[in-house]
């Protein structure tokens, strides 16, 4: 028999990564998605089989500010395993609906653990933390570095934290958190700055546009591959022991570095096309995030393997397909 886990946020970047994991490891793997009037699904498209089909991808509507939808989705599927990775994960977005994301990303886990609580304490439950929640505190960051939110979305995920572990700590439940650096990929919504960098650059080499207007271009970030970060979520949900970890490369760069990698593979001059535009800039600013995984790397061995050019290369790779096709029917439109 498959083992069988369910996974919030499926539709995401990250999501889409940890399906293909699991279903690579044998699982029998469930999704939960959101009810739209348009299709969310682009990311797991082609992993996702016909249910007729018996595949072992399936997909059940939900929602994290739904407490009894949620019981019900964990009655239908009796999962072993919860990967909790849906939020409302867009910093800027929170500060303009603090309310909102402080109910999906903070009280949405708190629904999501009673719900498992109630229906089987037994259940192993990942919950997806955020380097985001460090805030101000000087880098490196560890597992022992106090948190200090300087957004909504930050402070709704320390609620979220803190409401896991106190949920293993109150009833024994199988509970860990993953505090993750930023994770990037070609599959980063194009809202997140680096997917912004990357797509742009492309598009200014194939000429489709002339500027890039960016905020703080000294924020520093610790970005790694989205797509080795799903190995350490499932390596901790496998342990005797549930426990908390940082997952990231240990390496920081700022915004303006990324931008000069990006556009310097696209032989372009980034101080010719990106702008400052102060509008973008957040009210509370995270000057610099750096994780120590000294924890991880040494009770599970686990490191990423993907360096921040190859990331940057991976990145651009894929975008500059989507940019010569755009540019390839923009020709034919105009003859």
């Known amino acids: 028999m498959s083992r069988v886990a369910l996974i919030t946020g499926i539709t995401g970047q990250v ?8 279903l690579g490891k044998g699982y029998e793997v469930h999704g939960l998605i959101r009810r739209s009037s348009t299709f969310s699904t682009g990311r797991i498209e082609h992993i996702y089989e016909d249910p007729h089909e018996n595949g072992r991808l399936k997909l059940h509507y939900g929602d994290l500010l739904d407490g009894a939808g949620l019981a019900e989705v964990l009655r239908r599927v009796d999962p072993e395993e919860v990967y909790n990775l849906a939020a409302q994960s867009h910093v800027a977005v929170s500060f303009k609906q603090p309310v909102y994301t402080a109910n999906v990303t903070g009280l ?10 109630a229906y089987n304490p037994h259940i192993r439950f990942y919950q997806q933390s955020s380097s985001e929640m ?7 960051q560890s597992e022992a570095t106090p948190f200090h939110p300087r957004s909504p ?4 995920k320390v609620f979220g934290h803190r409401a896991a572990v106190n949920y293993r700590e109150a009833y024994g439940m199988f509970v860990c958190c993953g505090t993750a650096f930023n994770m990037e990929s070609p599959r980063r919504s194009e809202t997140f700055v680096t997917r912004k960098i990357t797509r742009a650059a492309t598009r200014i080499a194939e000429g489709l546009q002339e500027r890039l207007w960016l905020g703080n271009l000294d924020a520093c970030r610790d970005w790694g591959c989205a797509g080795d970060y799903v190995q350490a979520m ?3 949900m496998q342990q005797d022991q549930p426990d908390d970890y940082v997952l990231a490369t240990g390496e920081s760069h700022s915004v303006r570095e990324f931008a000069e990698l990006a556009f310097r593979r696209c032989e372009l001059d980034w101080r010719k096309h990106v702008e400052h535009d102060p509008s973008y800039e957040r009210p509370a600013e995270v000057d610099a995030l750096c994780g120590d995984g000294t924890k991880i790397r040494e009770a599970l061995g686990w490191e990423p393997t993907v360096k921040l050019p190859e990331l940057v290369a991976m990145m651009l790779d894929h975008d500059w397909r989507l940019a010569r096709t755009e540019a390839e029917l923009a020709t034919m439109g105009a003859a």
Do not use: N
């Open 15 to 22: 999501g889409s990564y940890l399906a293909e994991f699991l």
């Open 108 to 117: 949405g886990v708190l629904r999501l653990l009673e719900a498992v609580r």
């Open 134 to 140: 460090y805030g101000s505190m000087p880098p490196p």
């Open 153 to 156: 979305y930050a402070a709704a």
């Open 234 to 236: 499932w390596l901790m």
